[in-house]
């Protein structure tokens, strides 16, 4: 017998690991802009403009500063 909670575990799926730049930090949240100039909060150490991978409203580390290429499928 499946383990039900698993299933229905992994109907949910996970959140993006996504990449932005640090426009501004405050005490307890920072404010990163999206590639596309969308804007969204995260905690967690980060330095101004600088680019960092977050992943649901938390800052995983610092990204590479590299060319962004949005690709529409």
């Known amino acids: 017998m499946a383990n039900i909670y698993k299933v229905f575990k992994d109907l949910i799926p996970d959140p993006p690991l996504l990449v932005g730049k640090v426009i501004a930090v405050r005490p307890g949240h920072n404010i990163i802009e999206l590639p596309g100039g ?36």
């Open 38 to 73: 969308a804007q969204v909060t995260a905690r967690g150490p980060a330095t101004l403009n600088k680019k960092v991978f977050f992943k649901d409203g938390v800052i995983e580390g610092e990204a590479p500063d590299l060319t962004v290429v949005n690709i529409d499928v």
